[in-house]
């Protein structure tokens, strides 16, 4: 079964940091791949998504992520980070058309002001 | 307009007791999803309708029991409430787009706690 790995539970940082979060999915096939956004108390939200073409996908809020399939990775980036910032971060996958998109455990991310 | 409305938004009862939860989406989606998030925030599917048909089920005990009337509305029903069942209930739709899935729009979550 396809699985989806956050590696960092918890991500402290400083305002203007720069941020990487990983991501790494096990399916091996053709890939949907998300990056969502829950802030404190509130809903999920979509900061980007790749499905095809450039590898490089960039996103709301500043927020990028590059796909590499050889090492089936999905991370996101923001090359300076807000306190605004401050939220957990999941990474999602499927497989396609009908399949359900499975979450990662998610990144708490804290920044300090 | 709130894109997918869940109600209610909190939920406090007793071990035992049944409740439902309700879900409308007004974006013309086709899909529409249940997912648990618990006190870890790991986020797990439980249902998926297309188009009122029921299209995933995953291993979620039989005291669940989600019914859409139609493609706007995806209920869930919970019997017999468990400690275990705390948690937020989210809803969430999507629409395939050129043969892929297209993002997920999630509702505010109906946080449930189970005494």
């Known amino acids: 079964a396809q699985s989806v790995s956050q590696h960092n539970h918890h991500v402290i940082l400083s305002e203007a940091a720069s941020l990487e979060l990983g991501c790494n999915y096990s399916?091996?096939?053709?890939?949907?791949l998300f990056w969502y956004v829950q802030y404190p108390g509130q809903h999920l939200q979509l900061l980007l998504k790749?499905?095809?073409?450039?590898?490089l996908v960039k996103g709301i809020k500043g927020f990028e992520a590059e796909f590499i399939k050889s090492k089936f990775s999905f991370n996101l980036r923001k090359p300076s980070v807000q306190w605004s910032d401050t939220a957990e971060y999941f990474c999602a996958v499927n497989k396609g058309a009908g399949d359900k998109i499975i979450f990662g455990k998610g990144t708490r991310l804290h920044i300090l002001p | 307009d709130t894109a997918v409305s869940q109600t209610p938004k909190y939920l406090v009862t007793q071990m035992g007791n049944d409740k439902s939860i309700k879900c409308e989406q007004n974006?013309?989606?086709?899909?529409m999803y249940w997912y648990k998030q618990d006190s870890k925030k790991f986020l797990k599917i439980m249902f998926s309708?297309?188009?009122?048909?029921?299209?995933i089920n995953e291993t979620v005990p039989n005291r669940f029991s989600p019914k859409s009337p139609d493609k706007a509305h995806l209920n869930l029903h919970i019997n017999s409430l468990e400690l275990g069942d705390s948690a937020v209930y989210f809803c969430?739709?999507?629409?395939?787009?050129?043969?892929?899935?297209?993002?997920?729009?999630f509702g505010e979550g109906s946080r449930l706690t189970v005494l």
């Open positions: 969430a739709s999507s629409q395939v787009v050129r043969g892929r899935d297209g993002e997920l729009f």
């Open positions: 399916y091996g096939g053709t890939v949907n």
């Open positions: 790749y499905f095809s073409g450039d590898p």
């Open positions: 309708y297309n188009n009122k048909e029921l299209i």
């Open positions: 974006l013309g989606h086709d899909t």
